[in-house]
T-cell receptor, first 112, second 114 residues
Framework: SQQGEEDPQALSIQEGENATMNCSYKTSINNLQWYRQNSGRGLVHLILIRSNEREKHSGRLRVTLDTSKKSSSLLITASRAADTASYFCATDALQGAQKLVFGQGTRLTINP | DAGVIQSPRHEVTEMGQEVTLRCKPISGHNSLFWYRQTMMRGLELLIYFNNNVPIDDSGMPEDRFSAKMPNASFSTLKIQPSEPRDSAVYFC????????????FGPGTRLTVT
């Protein structure tokens, strides 16, 4: 069964606002990653958070991880039109850390 | 580095034809992954290699699909015979062992089977 599932499926906000996307997963993990995909392009890695971390920052990105709830959130602050893309969480199981299982993604639209 | 290179970028073929997708991973990366992306099923891992050896092909849909990695700088995904339901975007990704598990994706091959 699919490991990661994002919520919401689609999000539309005004430029400058913050965008929050959530991810839930089912089994214990080593780490959780977030990727971005612009239309017609491959996925690009944004940030990784390990299972023993609770929060991580990278520029305008903030990721949290709650292993007790098996959930993560990605916050993009002060959104820009260029942030328009699909965002995916990806998890690896404790067994078989080579493999990543991706969620269905959140389609984020930033309106100018 | 040019990143992960995939060819062709677009492929249109008729049902029953053989299709070969190609991938060149980033130099020095030990693991290579093939994914398929569709609206209905999202991003699915088909197969991955480590040091040119197939490790897990449980995601390969059926015997019509096969993948090879003859050397560290080249991999192919073949579909024979192709069917309309194989229409999707196929991505190749590579990763360096011992890194933070970050995968680097190619631009994808959009396959249309008519």
């Amino acid at each position: 069964s699919q490991q990661g599932e994002e919520d919401p499926q689609a999000l539309s906000i005004q430029e400058g606002e913050n965008a929050t996307m959530n991810c839930s997963y089912k089994t214990s993990i080593n780490n959780l990653q977030w990727y971005r995909q612009n239309s017609g392009r491959g996925l690009v890695h944004l940030i990784l958070i390990r299972s023993n971390e609770r929060e991580k920052h990278s520029g305008r990105l903030r990721v949290t991880l709650d292993t007790s709830k098996k959930s993560s959130s990605l916050l993009i602050t002060a959104s820009r039109a260029a942030d328009t893309a699909s965002y995916f969480c990806a998890t690896d199981a404790l067994q078989g850390a080579q493999k990543l299982v991706f969620g269905q993604g959140t389609r984020l639209t930033i309106n100018p | 580095d040019a990143g992960v290179i995939q060819s062709p970028r677009h492929e249109v073929t008729e049902m029953g034809q053989e299709v070969t997708l190609r991938c060149k991973p980033i130099s020095g990366h030990n693991s290579l992954f093939w994914y398929r992306q569709t609206m209905m099923r999202g991003l699915e891992l088909l197969i991955y290699f480590n040091n040119n050896v197939p490790i897990d092909d449980s995601g390969m849909p059926e015997d019509r699909f096969s993948a090879k990695m003859p050397n560290a700088s080249f991999s192919t995904l073949k579909i024979q015979p192709s069917e309309p339901r194989d229409s999707a975007v196929y991505f190749c990704a590579s990763r360096e062992d011992g890194s933070s598990y970050e995968q680097y994706f190619g631009p994808g091959t959009r396959l249309t089977v008519t």
